[in-house]
């Protein structure tokens, strides 16, 4: 069982930032690629962010430049600066992790979500 718990989510003016958090735990031997996605009302879930073990990254158009993905693989966690919100970026953010598990099965694990809200 591998559980990954979000936070930092929350209610912000635009151009305003916030920093999300999402640690994983459990039967974890190692984590692969490490990633944020975000779904409107309406929309599809779409990749906003994503980051391999050995640092590298990459990012939607929309949010280059303003969002930054960063990792602590000693705590297995995965961070999301946003910075310059816009109101397009409301959205409920899902982060997600490619486990391999103690027991050297290979899955990918989501969080619950958490919400950002960004006011005009």
């Known amino acids: 069982q591998v559980q990954l718990v979000e936070s930092g989510g929350g209610l912000v003016q635009a151009g305003g930032s916030l920093r999300l958090s999402c640690a994983a735990s459990?039967?974890?031997?190692?984590?692969?690629?490490m990633g944020w996605y975000r779904q409107a009302p309406g929309k599809q879930r779409e990749l906003v962010a994503g980051i391999f073990s050995g640092g590298s990254t990459n990012y939607a158009n929309s949010v280059k430049g303003r969002f930054t993905i960063s990792r602590d693989n000693a705590k297995n966690t995965v961070y999301l600066q946003m910075n310059s919100l816009k109101p397009e970026d409301t959205a409920v953010y899902y982060c997600?992790?490619?486990?391999?598990?103690?027991?050297?099965?290979?899955?990918?694990?989501w969080g619950q979500g958490t919400q950002v809200t960004v006011s005009s």
């Open positions: 459990g039967s974890i031997f190692s984590i692969n690629a």
């Open positions: 997600n992790a490619e486990v391999v598990s103690t027991g050297r099965a290979r899955f990918v694990s």
